[in-house]
């Protein structure tokens, strides 16, 4: 008896100073302020059922920077769209633990000397490069139409045809995507194709965020499988064989070889490119399904891209058989950018976290100290700011022109960064925009299409954390070819 009360007072005692070490925080001098929460859980719960609808009372309650706790992780939130540059030029905020976490946890690598690799790769995804991935994408995604409009015998049909919007998408852009990075090699191998590749992903991706946390692929037999599925490609020498094979994918893999990394290695990089790749396809699905959706939105973006396509036919020659786009004419058209920017701002769920390398003061732009802790976690939450009243009039409705000639203002100053979709540090996002616009000029420019009767979706926000939320459910649309329609080419 005697010895049962004793290790009972043991246990509890244990119990205590573990949630004094690990859970419990008392709020240091000039430290940001704490939200109360659950005792054990912290803000967990609250935070994982509707972050913004949380980050939001909070902000009102305590102001612009505090620290909440998701069970044993301190994490202090920056909500003021001025301190974005700050934070992101802060040089104790560290990304590189985070990365590693995710190409450990998720994709089992570790990428050698990753700081030098990724910016000398950030270079192939810009400048001439782009051009040239950006031609064959354009190359691709005519081919891929054409494929989408031909009947089961294979001849072409101007019916109507109904498919599923994520289907649609997964075999056009994304299939144009792939074979942008991978090139297209030989048709004969059965490994390593868009649509298995992309059907993997789906299902590897509903792990994500358990698996970046931690958690051991193990435990998920689903991911397992799609994970050899997806590790199922062919060699790095293969890869390099191949002439159309993408200028990033080039330098990474010799790069990889240079430092003696493993095929096994090459191919979880591999992964984690086209991971990234894989939000430009869902920022497709909400550009399209958000038209289809507002009938007034697809004929505003119509209208400027039959007017551009009229004046360019104007000026061809007669023998011209393609309407060739530059860049700047792809930047220049407004209506697009809006529809792209307000597509982004209502679909994001990005978390932009930093590890804490040594206690800081971090000053906000308008002047205040705080101290953020060492070995916490520091984030901004776009998406919390995306849904701001005060920034975006009517957050919560879907404005097709809101950004075209518009600036936007918090506490009567201009925010510089009204949409931050993509990480701050994502060489490819010019890449992944100008992918984006494409696809849609085309799309709108080759199909009409619109939603069956009664389809309807809204991003999931259980996929908080991926930097665009994948839609609760598919829906289905019908498309058919316009007439009298030429090629697009980009130059
Ligand atoms: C890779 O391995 C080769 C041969 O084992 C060695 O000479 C070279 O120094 C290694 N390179 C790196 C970057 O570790
Ligand atoms: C914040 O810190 C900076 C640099 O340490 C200092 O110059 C500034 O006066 C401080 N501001 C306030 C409001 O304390
Ligand atoms: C749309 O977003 C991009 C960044 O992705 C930005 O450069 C551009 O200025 C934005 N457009 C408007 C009109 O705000
Ligand atoms: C694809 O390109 C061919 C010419 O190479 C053109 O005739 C056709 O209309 C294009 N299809 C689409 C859907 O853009």
Redesign the pocket.
């Known amino acids: 008896m005697v010895a049962l009360t004793v290790y009972l007072a043991i246990a509890v005692a244990l119990c205590v100073a573990a949630y004094f070490k690990f859970l419990f925080r008392k709020r240091r001098e000039n430290e940001p302020p704490i939200p109360t929460g659950h005792w054990f859980w912290g803000n967990g719960e609250e935070f994982s059922k509707n972050a913004v609808k949380f980050l939001h009372s909070t902000q009102k309650k305590i102001g612009d920077i505090f620290t909440i706790r998701l069970f044993n992780q301190h994490m202090t939130v920056i909500l003021d769209p001025h301190s974005y540059e700050k934070f992101v030029k802060e040089r104790n905020f560290d990304f590189d633990k985070i990365q590693k976490q995710v190409n450990h946890n998720v994709f089992s690598f570790e990428l050698v000397n990753a700081r030098k690799m990724l910016k000398e790769a950030g270079k192939t995804v810009r400048g001439p490069y782009l051009n040239k991935g950006m031609a064959q994408f354009s190359n691709y995604l005519n081919e891929t139409f054409t494929e989408v409009t031909q009947s089961s015998t294979g001849e072409h049909t101007d019916e109507w045809k109904t498919a599923g919007l994520r289907s649609f998408n997964s075999q056009t852009l994304f299939a144009s995507l792939f074979y942008t990075i991978f090139g297209k090699g030989d048709a004969s191998d059965a490994r390593f194709k868009p649509l298995s590749v992309y059907k993997n992903f789906d299902t590897f991706h509903k792990y994500f965020n358990f698996l970046w946390l931690g958690m051991p692929v193990k435990l998920f037999p689903k991911a397992v499988k799609a994970l050899e599925g997806l590790c199922n490609q062919p060699t790095s020498a293969e890869l390099l064989q191949r002439d159309d094979l993408s200028e990033y994918l080039r330098f990474s893999t010799n790069f990889m070889l240079e430092h003696n990394q493993t095929e096994q290695d090459i191919i979880g990089h591999n992964l984690v490119y086209l991971h990234v790749n894989y939000n430009t396809f869902r920022l497709a699905f909400w550009s399209l399904y958000k038209l289809l959706e507002n009938r007034e939105a697809l004929e505003g973006l119509r209208k400027e891209i039959d007017e551009v396509v009229r004046c360019k036919r104007a000026e061809m020659d007669d023998d011209d058989e393609e309407i060739v786009f530059s860049m700047e004419e792809i930047d220049s058209l407004k209506v697009l950018d809006s529809v792209v920017n307000e597509t982004l701002r209502v679909s994001s769920g990005v978390f932009v976290v930093r590890s804490v390398l040594e206690d800081t ?1 971090f ?1 906000m732009e308008n ?3 705080f101290t953020v802790r060492k070995g916490d976690k520091v984030a901004m939450y776009p998406p919390a700011m995306h849904k701001d009243p005060e920034i975006f009039e009517n957050p919560d409705e879907y404005k097709y022109d809101r950004f075209v000639d518009a600036k936007f203002y918090k506490y009567g100053k201009e925010v510089k960064n009204p949409v931050m979709a993509f990480g701050a540090l994502c060489p490819g996002k010019k890449y992944a925009i100008v992918q984006s616009k494409w696809f849609l000029l085309s799309s709108m420019y080759s199909f009409d299409m619109e939603l069956c009767d009664g389809e309807s979706t809204q991003p999931d926000i259980n996929y908080y954390g991926h930097e665009i939320l994948p839609p609760t459910k598919e829906v289905q649309i019908r498309y058919k070819l316009r007439q009298n329609i030429e090629k697009l080419s980009f130059l």
Do not use: A, P, T
Request: no cysteine; net charge negative.
């Open positions: 003061e000053q002047g205040q100290n």
